[in-house]
């Protein structure tokens, strides 16, 4: 069965205060690795699709990269309102997405 | 402009009802889904759709009914409620299956 585990759990964060977030995974063949932004009361809003190891992709303070294991959630001097669940997601060659449980993510003023 | 919409946001209702929870899409997409996230906070796969036929089915009781009227609409009915469906029901759409797939805000199911 494919697996998908987020770490940490929470991330308290202060203003400029870089991290990352880990997702990893085990997948009966990958066919891609997503990354959504869950906001309380709301649905997941999609960030980024990776396919292959070494895949990186860029997105204002956000960067997510790919190996044959685990995915990072790069924060680069992250701003209050980048606060929010954030979810990785992987998807097998039967199509189907399997969510990790999610990192809730602080950021203190 | 709302891409994936669902009605109602809010379902409260007693335990041995039937409800059903809407879905629309204007995004032209071919696939649409159903997922349950519980208390946990995980997202799980119930049902997937594509060009109206079923695809995916994963193990969800029988008293769940998916109906896909046509491309753009999914709905979710749910006979005989139980406590344990309580939860929040996530409808999404992908331009195909192997596609990035966009939610809608979800509808919380409290059952009493």
């Known amino acids: 069965e494919d697996q998908v585990t987020q770490s940490p759990e929470a991330l308290r964060l202060q203003e400029g205060e870089s991290s990352s977030l880990n997702c990893s995974y085990t997948v009966s063949g990958l066919r891609g690795l997503f990354w959504y932004r869950q906001d309380p009361g709301k649905g997941p809003e999609f960030l980024f699709t990776l396919y292959s190891a070494g895949e990186e992709k860029e997105k204002e303070r956000l960067k997510a990269t790919l190996t044959k294991k685990e995915s990072f959630l790069h924060i680069t001097a992250p701003k209050p309102e980048d606060s929010a669940t954030y979810l990785c997601?992987?998807?097998?060659?039967?199509?189907?997405?399997?969510f990790g449980a999610g990192t809730t993510v602080t950021v203190r003023a | 402009d709302t891409a994936v919409s669902q009605t109602p946001k809010y379902l409260v209702t007693q335990m041995g009802n039937d409800k059903s929870i809407k879905c629309e899409q204007n995004l032209g997409h071919d696939t649409m889904y159903w997922y349950k996230q519980d208390s946990k906070k995980f997202l799980k796969i119930m049902f997937s759709?594509?060009?109206?036929?079923?695809?995916i089915n994963e193990t969800v009781p029988n008293r769940f009914s998916p109906k896909s009227p046509d491309k753009a609409h999914l709905n979710l009915h749910i006979n005989s409620l139980e406590l344990g469906d309580s939860a929040v029901y996530f409808c999404?759409?992908?331009?195909?299956?192997?596609?990035?797939?966009?939610f809608g805000p979800g509808t919380r199911l409290t059952v009493l």
């Open positions: 997601a992987v998807q097998a060659y039967d199509y189907k997405l399997s």
């Open positions: 759709y594509n060009n109206k036929e079923l695809i």
């Open positions: 999404a759409s992908s331009p195909g299956l192997a596609d990035t797939q966009y």
